[in-house]
Protein backbone atom coordinates (compact mmCIF):
# COMPACT_ATOMS: atom_id res chain seq x y z
CA UNK A 1 0.00 0.00 0.00
CA UNK A 2 1.44 3.15 -1.23
CA UNK A 3 2.41 5.82 1.99
CA UNK A 4 -0.49 8.43 0.42
CA UNK A 5 -2.63 5.62 0.65
CA UNK A 6 -1.66 5.11 4.29
CA UNK A 7 -2.13 8.34 5.31
CA UNK A 8 -5.81 8.75 4.39
CA UNK A 9 -6.23 5.65 5.65
CA UNK A 10 -5.05 7.12 9.33
CA UNK A 11 -6.35 10.09 8.84
CA UNK A 12 -9.98 8.89 8.11
CA UNK A 13 -9.94 6.79 11.21
CA UNK A 14 -9.06 9.80 13.14
CA UNK A 15 -11.69 11.51 11.71
CA UNK A 16 -13.97 8.89 12.51
CA UNK A 17 -12.95 8.65 16.42
CA UNK A 18 -13.05 12.40 16.32
CA UNK A 19 -16.84 12.67 15.33
CA UNK A 20 -17.56 9.13 17.84
CA UNK A 21 -16.04 10.66 21.17
CA UNK A 22 -16.33 14.41 20.76
CA UNK A 23 -20.08 14.73 20.86
CA UNK A 24 -19.88 12.47 24.07
CA UNK A 25 -17.32 14.10 25.82
CA UNK A 26 -19.08 17.17 25.02
CA UNK A 27 -21.74 16.26 26.28
CA UNK A 28 -20.69 14.92 29.72
CA UNK A 29 -18.51 18.24 30.14
CA UNK A 30 -21.95 20.05 30.32
CA UNK A 31 -23.80 17.54 31.98
CA UNK A 32 -20.80 17.72 34.62
CA UNK A 33 -20.89 21.42 34.89
CA UNK A 34 -24.53 21.99 35.43
CA UNK A 35 -24.38 18.87 37.90
CA UNK A 36 -21.71 20.76 40.13
CA UNK A 37 -23.87 24.49 40.10
CA UNK A 38 -26.79 22.26 41.32
CA UNK A 39 -24.70 20.92 44.34
CA UNK A 40 -23.75 24.39 45.39
CA UNK A 41 -27.93 25.00 45.72
CA UNK A 42 -27.26 22.53 48.84
CA UNK A 43 -25.30 25.21 51.22
CA UNK A 44 -28.67 26.96 51.58
CA UNK A 45 -28.83 24.36 54.01
CA UNK A 46 -27.91 24.58 57.26
CA UNK A 47 -24.84 22.67 58.03
CA UNK A 48 -25.75 19.85 60.14
CA UNK A 49 -28.54 19.06 57.63
CA UNK A 50 -26.23 18.95 54.38
CA UNK A 51 -26.18 15.40 52.60
CA UNK A 52 -22.04 15.90 53.12
CA UNK A 53 -22.27 16.23 57.13
CA UNK A 54 -24.85 13.33 57.28
CA UNK A 55 -23.28 10.54 55.45
CA UNK A 56 -19.45 11.63 55.80
CA UNK A 57 -19.35 12.30 51.87
CA UNK A 58 -20.25 13.87 49.19
CA UNK A 59 -22.52 12.94 47.00
CA UNK A 60 -23.01 13.94 43.22
CA UNK A 61 -26.37 14.57 41.76
CA UNK A 62 -28.16 15.01 44.90
CA UNK A 63 -28.09 19.08 44.59
CA UNK A 64 -29.82 18.93 41.03
CA UNK A 65 -32.91 16.75 43.26
CA UNK A 66 -32.98 19.63 45.49
CA UNK A 67 -32.77 22.70 43.12
CA UNK A 68 -35.55 20.70 41.36
CA UNK A 69 -37.74 21.08 44.95
CA UNK A 70 -36.63 24.21 45.35
CA UNK A 71 -38.31 25.59 42.45
CA UNK A 72 -41.18 23.48 42.54
CA UNK A 73 -41.95 24.81 46.12
CA UNK A 74 -41.46 28.14 45.00
CA UNK A 75 -43.43 28.01 41.69
CA UNK A 76 -46.38 26.71 44.54
CA UNK A 77 -46.08 29.78 47.10
CA UNK A 78 -45.78 32.25 44.96
CA UNK A 79 -48.88 31.82 42.97
CA UNK A 80 -51.18 32.31 45.69
CA UNK A 81 -52.19 35.59 47.21
CA UNK A 82 -49.91 35.76 49.71
CA UNK A 83 -47.04 34.69 47.42
CA UNK A 84 -48.06 36.86 44.68
CA UNK A 85 -48.07 39.75 47.76
CA UNK A 86 -44.64 38.54 48.84
CA UNK A 87 -43.03 39.18 44.99
CA UNK A 88 -44.62 42.30 44.80
CA UNK A 89 -43.39 43.50 47.87
CA UNK A 90 -39.55 41.83 47.01
CA UNK A 91 -39.70 43.73 43.53
CA UNK A 92 -40.56 46.89 44.63
CA UNK A 93 -37.87 47.17 47.09
CA UNK A 94 -35.75 45.96 44.86
CA UNK A 95 -36.75 48.59 42.12
CA UNK A 96 -35.77 51.16 44.94
CA UNK A 97 -32.07 50.36 44.68
CA UNK A 98 -30.82 52.02 41.33
CA UNK A 99 -27.99 49.41 39.74
CA UNK A 100 -29.70 46.35 41.29
CA UNK A 101 -32.94 47.49 39.80
CA UNK A 102 -31.16 47.64 36.51
CA UNK A 103 -30.07 44.57 36.64
CA UNK A 104 -33.23 42.13 38.11
CA UNK A 105 -35.47 43.95 35.78
CA UNK A 106 -33.16 43.34 32.73
CA UNK A 107 -32.65 39.43 34.04
CA UNK A 108 -36.43 39.02 35.09
CA UNK A 109 -37.77 40.50 31.35
CA UNK A 110 -34.98 37.90 29.71
CA UNK A 111 -36.41 34.95 31.63
CA UNK A 112 -39.68 35.67 30.60
CA UNK A 113 -39.17 36.37 27.00
CA UNK A 114 -37.39 32.91 26.89
CA UNK A 115 -39.41 30.78 29.11
CA UNK A 116 -42.86 32.52 27.96
CA UNK A 117 -44.43 29.54 25.55
CA UNK A 118 -45.94 32.62 24.01
CA UNK A 119 -42.68 34.11 23.35
CA UNK A 120 -41.59 35.57 20.00
CA UNK A 121 -38.09 34.38 20.71
CA UNK A 122 -38.46 31.56 19.55
CA UNK A 123 -39.11 32.52 16.10
CA UNK A 124 -36.17 32.18 13.82
CA UNK A 125 -35.60 34.62 10.93
CA UNK A 126 -33.11 35.83 8.67
CA UNK A 127 -32.16 39.52 7.92
CA UNK A 128 -29.91 41.70 5.39
CA UNK A 129 -26.88 42.08 7.58
CA UNK A 130 -23.94 43.55 7.91
CA UNK A 131 -25.37 44.40 4.31
CA UNK A 132 -27.64 44.16 1.28
CA UNK A 133 -27.03 40.62 0.28
CA UNK A 134 -25.70 38.59 2.80
CA UNK A 135 -28.27 37.09 5.00
CA UNK A 136 -27.70 36.32 9.14
CA UNK A 137 -29.84 34.22 11.10
CA UNK A 138 -31.20 35.36 14.16
CA UNK A 139 -33.99 35.07 16.39
CA UNK A 140 -36.96 37.62 16.89
CA UNK A 141 -37.38 38.65 20.38
CA UNK A 142 -40.25 41.51 19.72
CA UNK A 143 -42.36 41.96 17.07
CA UNK A 144 -42.98 45.47 17.29
CA UNK A 145 -41.13 48.29 19.41
CA UNK A 146 -43.78 50.89 19.94
CA UNK A 147 -42.15 54.46 20.71
CA UNK A 148 -39.46 53.21 18.06
CA UNK A 149 -42.21 52.48 15.19
CA UNK A 150 -44.29 55.80 16.79
CA UNK A 151 -41.12 57.72 15.64
CA UNK A 152 -40.13 56.41 12.31
CA UNK A 153 -43.76 55.62 11.55
CA UNK A 154 -42.84 52.54 10.10
CA UNK A 155 -43.34 49.14 12.14
CA UNK A 156 -39.95 47.58 13.94
CA UNK A 157 -39.07 44.78 15.12
CA UNK A 158 -35.90 43.61 17.87
CA UNK A 159 -33.96 40.75 16.37
CA UNK A 160 -30.96 39.06 18.07
CA UNK A 161 -28.07 37.66 16.05
CA UNK A 162 -25.83 35.11 17.98
CA UNK A 163 -21.95 34.74 17.52
CA UNK A 164 -20.78 31.73 15.85
CA UNK A 165 -19.53 28.63 18.02
CA UNK A 166 -20.72 30.63 21.44
CA UNK A 167 -24.81 31.39 20.89
CA UNK A 168 -24.78 33.40 24.26
CA UNK A 169 -22.82 35.91 22.76
CA UNK A 170 -24.55 38.31 20.07
CA UNK A 171 -26.34 41.68 19.45
CA UNK A 172 -29.55 43.32 19.03
CA UNK A 173 -30.53 45.36 16.02
CA UNK A 174 -33.96 47.15 15.20
CA UNK A 175 -34.90 47.38 12.11
CA UNK A 176 -38.23 47.45 10.17
CA UNK A 177 -40.55 44.02 10.12
CA UNK A 178 -41.05 44.18 6.04
CA UNK A 179 -37.09 43.28 6.02
CA UNK A 180 -37.48 40.53 8.66
CA UNK A 181 -37.76 37.20 6.77
CA UNK A 182 -39.39 34.21 8.97
CA UNK A 183 -38.02 31.00 8.47
CA UNK A 184 -40.08 27.35 9.43
CA UNK A 185 -36.35 26.33 10.98
CA UNK A 186 -36.51 25.34 14.63
CA UNK A 187 -34.64 27.18 17.24
CA UNK A 188 -32.42 24.02 18.01
CA UNK A 189 -31.79 23.71 14.48
CA UNK A 190 -30.70 27.32 14.01
CA UNK A 191 -28.55 27.21 17.50
CA UNK A 192 -26.68 23.90 15.89
CA UNK A 193 -25.76 25.93 12.65
CA UNK A 194 -24.50 28.57 14.34
CA UNK A 195 -22.49 26.74 16.85
CA UNK A 196 -21.16 24.60 14.07
CA UNK A 197 -20.55 28.09 11.95
CA UNK A 198 -22.57 26.12 9.39
CA UNK A 199 -21.46 23.03 9.54
CA UNK A 200 -24.50 21.36 10.00
CA UNK A 201 -27.30 23.01 8.03
CA UNK A 202 -31.09 22.06 8.61
CA UNK A 203 -32.52 19.98 5.83
CA UNK A 204 -35.30 21.65 3.90
CA UNK A 205 -38.48 21.64 6.12
CA UNK A 206 -41.19 19.65 4.33
CA UNK A 207 -43.96 20.99 2.03
CA UNK A 208 -47.41 22.13 4.09
CA UNK A 209 -49.90 19.32 3.16
CA UNK A 210 -52.45 21.99 0.37
CA UNK A 211 -55.77 21.69 1.56
CA UNK A 212 -58.77 20.69 -1.35
CA UNK A 213 -61.44 22.58 -1.00
CA UNK A 214 -64.63 20.58 -2.43
CA UNK A 215 -67.17 22.66 -4.32
CA UNK A 216 -70.42 22.54 -2.59
CA UNK A 217 -73.30 21.32 -4.51
Not at 123 to 129: L, R
Request: with cysteine; glycine share 6%; net charge positive.
Amino acid sequence: MPPSSKKRGLRRYLVAGVLIWLPILATVWVFSFFVRIADRTLLLLPPGYRPQDLVGFAVPGLGVLFAFIVLLVTGLLVTNLIGRQLVTFWEDLLNRIPVVRSIYSGVKSFAESVFSQSSSFRKVVMIEYPRTGIWSVGFMTAEDVPEVTSRTGVPHACVYLSAALNATAGFLVMLPRSQVVDLDMSVDAAMKMIITCGVVVPPMPPPAPTQITLPIR
